[in-house]
């Protein structure tokens, strides 16, 4: 059995994502899991930087197969945790950006389909920079969430944590039209924060439709939306209720569940799946560790997903 | 931005109910905001004197505009936080009850419509004392909770946290026919404690029948039983389940969620509501703090629905 | 009033099962509320040995009467808390199941109905071997759970909490016929790991069915599945999501409710059963206390069946 | 070695206090460890009524022997858990000390020597009126306390947690001359709030004091305070720094430790005790269960000195 | 009692630090607590930003006067919250700064002496930038902490919080000579870290001096050290050992007590002191909320410090 | 600075400890950090399996150089991490501890100086068989702890974690007048418990001891007792005050403190030190994480010490 990391005892040997081995020579990687411990673009409470450490604990919990699709990302292609995106200047949102997404295109250019945990929503800014880069190309989009994360300039920046989705329809990383935004609720200060997301031709569905639309009917709608084109998914904790994931940054009150996050995450199978995120998983607010857990539990979903499609 | 403390980084500033602005003189005042930091009536853990400050501390997240109703309460009325009715002689159970009466006949004299954050449910019963006071004119209740609390002498008091709205039919300040109660459910000591529910033609809805009913059901129901009159809604955090509301003081096992009860506070829109509150609220059961974000969503909730009564 | 412990301020007095009395003397108890504080069958986080006594000490919150079936079990019959099975040699587990087996003996042999509070899973095996030790009358089985429990050996044994049903069948204490599991989800390490489960012929209702049988095509399948011989109800509180429990050796992410479980343990009645545990409660995962709770709210519910099936 | 509660594993069995023998008849019993869950007489955070249940639970971990006196109680004298001293009708703070008082007359007249575990300070007034009632004989006191409890009128009644002390000299319960008071400290609204100890002539330790004079100093001093009548020991675990205690009510930072305690309570011996308490922990305050044991550990150096006074 | 916030019950009302009214109209203002909710300056654990909201919710706990010495601020001098210094724009530290030291430079123009609570280390540059600001007269420093707090570079910055006192030096706000830093400990990644304390001629305690010296001997040196001119008294709560203030961005194990530092602080009595703070109280990181009180204990030790000054 | 895994940000990267490189090639390692994620041997309360986890992880707080002795362990030789001591088949103690020795006889036959993470103080058993094998030139010991460990058969077994020592003796691992155990205190079962220590000959230094001693003059005794043999240094974080340790087994009120342990350990500079382990960090009991930094503060002192020997 000492052989096999992925059936020792859970609670024993140093913590990589999901158990899968740690490597420095990237060659004949498929999927790259990494962490990117970052929160410097939180508008309210700090602590996602410390996600992946955690992200990385609980996974161990997680095993070789799902057992509701069968597949075993393992079997499929090679993974590997590649280690943290971290930033060597934090104190800068902008010039921190950019050094993730220095990371990430070497990611892209030894053609790793990178599945990344945050950190805050902001990171998914500079991953979409380096691994969607491509003319004409823009990817498509299914993101749950509790805010559409559309926003603009707030706390003297358009980089924070609201607004990475509104920056990547602007510098052309992802196609309006195929990008789908699910859980989406909370009060407001601005009537039409989200209005970019409607103007652009988003679909947003709010948790009031998600609640009459069913789980299936959600997910019909993003493989309409989304079609057959390339794609990211972007799984910001927040859209769970926060009872599942009370630790994160900007919690909403009223949120979908695990059970449905992952039979909607199932439901895209089929997607042409180019890379995804697990983020805002804020440990300083999670006294039991649950939503690490979740956060590992959501990853393995979208690895799935990812093997699939890098086996085809 | 600096101008407006709606829009301020939530994590700053002195923490007033939904960052509305604390107020002395209470000239002008369409809703307030009220406090009841007592908890002398509980039968079991104590702790909801510590509400206040922590629903207080957990609505600095609650923005100003209902993103599902888009109702800005305060753009339909003057919105402050009028402080806690706190108790100056909190040793004696009656004696309690009668000052905090006395706080809410001032507000009520004002012609202010008061929202309250408990506290135990021991305190709604002084505030019907002050607001429904009108001879001949008792009012109708929306009541979420997983206790109908028309229970009688337990402990040696009938004033108690399980009892207030016995004594509200009692001293004439509810009409039962016109109340409805949501929820109730848990282990019985007594298979008649809620006779009185029952008997005074109360609408009581256990949480199986919820269950078979749905939200819209309910919300349907709601209306039907408390028609077009006067009508106060009060808001037991207990009759969510305990996983959305650890922190309160008689949890019961098997509740609604905490969409279910936004999407079934926002179907009471319509009716005519004087006041309503939020209690039970216990601080000290509550490591991650989230039944103090949910207090002060459910609070937000029904300031939207008071606004509304008060602008037509 | 003082003299009906059931009737007691909540936080008052020495706890025990539902404020059953403590009994060294068993003779005329109908049925025996024990504790089995042993987690030496876990293989991945303990703490389920502190199981009984966090049960016991919430369990003061549950009353004499199930208000859904209005059956009050006191009424029905004697029920004790007859204490805790503990082991005096805990450093070996086959010895260990031994002891507590021999425990349980003694209770089945003065005809007692044992209700248990684990505890890890490994400990119905013993219960078994006490209970169902009848030539060709093997048991049916109603068994709440996240995973079928039914492996082989792992960690150089085949005693482990994850194997008891397994070892049940095998030794003829199980019919596996009869034998229905609820809730099952979760990674897997080897496909195949539950393939007793399929093979002997158990019925295995997976999460993603129950989401679409509902809980009233699970309570019809289980009466369809266990028929009218004895069986025995198995509750490990992993079967439920983690939000719900949270204190638990290995969670998994997606279970059921708490409202759903109280609904479908209701749905039983009428089954024939002889016995029944709550087991993998364990505290030290729990800040809030919540695990243990829902523990013994569906202690209560089982010893309600239990009740009833004592009573024809 | 299952016949000695004492020796059993410690998560197992019923908690009583100690593991002692709960008993309901009283007869022969020496020594009575009673509960006191009552908190009414608080001025800031409740729950003390939750501390009798914890301290029982955490007790378990204590032993039969002193290992720094060789005190072994249990050989010395019979010891007992008594239960609870429970109010039936907890609604009036006064009413409630009255019946708190009957049971400790009860607890008297049977011979019996009281160790109590609150509850908060209120508690040790009627329990002063039950075992000092003798005329012309008032008890010597050594109490350990961040706060003299001398006070007067606060919140509308004299017999808060704050004054319970004073209420006791003026009734001639305890002899001031014959008082001291170790570990006071904390910040005051009103210079003269311990007045009465000074001008009574009770013996006033501030924690700066304690400092100077260190624990065998203290030890000295008390010795010469109390003389050879008989006394009264009241451990409040505010005295304590809050980092040892973090669950009570009304923490005051920069107290003793719990080493210099127990050397302290372990230089009483030979003093003449008829009684002590532990009062003020609050369960819900004390995450890691620390306060609780640590109660139970004061408890213990009490019961040590209390069993050679009875012994002798 | 209504009159004065000061001694209502501890848990009402809106939380301002110490219950000192809010004041928007700064005239006749002595002394200015003010919170700085910012950390964008921590190199590790963030969450100080939550500091401020934390230390105002647990002043309430601090009365009017100090017992050790006598002292009541609000006797000597006019006492108010100022609110927070918060940035508009946090996401760029040295812009950051800018904003803070712009809001510290209004209350210095205004005459008023400040004590803040951060916020992490890296806001004392700022505040120092506003008060010390006159030519040839910088201030001298009392400085408890675990790190001398003068390093250089790290993460591509010189303002992290890491280095706010080497700086202060290098602008000429402080005169080296006349500084003292208490508490010095833990590992170094490089030995020179701290040169520049050394080599500019302030006298560093490390923590085993400090258990050399003694409380006494720490309060001489100081006094020898800043001398009659004016100076800064500046708490970072990690200089406490880990236990009482764990909530904290950089713990060092092995630190002083808050006896320790209450004593040290009160030594300091006749110092000429124009301002201090407490700083990194990282609330996310402390579950019992005592870290939070031993902020708002040092703050009303520096507060009674300040008034003495203020009041000559 | 990327190339240097020391000085990235403390929150980063996968946790190893002390940030030591991970090594499955054990060459050239002179100092080998070490998890025993075991805890079979408990008596009381489990969890010290998920000690190694999270001390790797605290222990990315402690930097390279030792501030007080100024020694930089890895100029002086070669440190890695090398992983867990993990145990194949963990339900049979006896068994358990043979694979761990197994695995430290690899060790010590590679010339690697061990020091190791527990797991219980059971683990410390095999350690020492594995290091110590060699006859006539049994070890000599400094051992920090509450308990003696040196007890007799309990449960049913001799092996478990109150007996190591006592079992090293017998086997001539061990010296007994080489021996020193400092902390010694709580209640006891048995007079005669510890017996085994001082009929050897071990000396044993009780609490109360230590505070007559202070820090300085156990030293002495260490030095004296010890002498210039080869020995072990076995530090329990139970020996220290369960305020600074609460996440242990078997917590003991009114242990020494972190700073005075520092100052012991750094104390034993000189002595011929061939190994050391930190035990019994029981994460699930330590909500704030200290125990796992203080434990992984201790190790770092140890590994000083260790690595001071290699350099001779």
Redesign the interface.
Known sequence: ??DDP???????????FMRAP?RENWDEVDIGLI?V?Y???V?????A??G??EI??QSS????????T?I?PYDLCEVA?L??A????????E?ALAEISAFYSRVHAMGITPLSAGGDHSVTLPILRAIAAQPDQPLGLIHFDAHCDTGDDY???K??HGAPFRRAVEEGLLDPKRCIQIG????????DIWSFSHDSGMRVI???EF?ELGVQGVIDEAHRVVGAGPAYVSFDVDGL????A?GTG??E???F???EA??MLRGLTGLNLVGGDVVEVSP???????TA??GA?MM?EILCLLAETRAI
Request: glycine share 12%; proline share 11%.
């Open positions: 059995m000492g992925m059936v020792r005892p859970r609670y024993t040997g140093l913590a990589s740690y962490g411990p929160d410097g673009g508008t309210n409470r700090p602590g930087r410390h992946p450490r990385r604990n919990l997680i095993r070789r197969i799902n057992q509701a069968k075993c945790d280690g943290d971290w930033v060597e200047k934090p104190f800068e949102l010039s706390l003297g920046s980089f924070h989406i609720r909370g009060s407001l200060n601005d009537l709010y948790i009031e609640y209720d926060p009872v599942y009370p900007t919690p009150v009223g949120g569940s695990t059970l992952q039979m300083p607010f999670d006294p039991s560790g649950n857990l979740v539990t393995f």
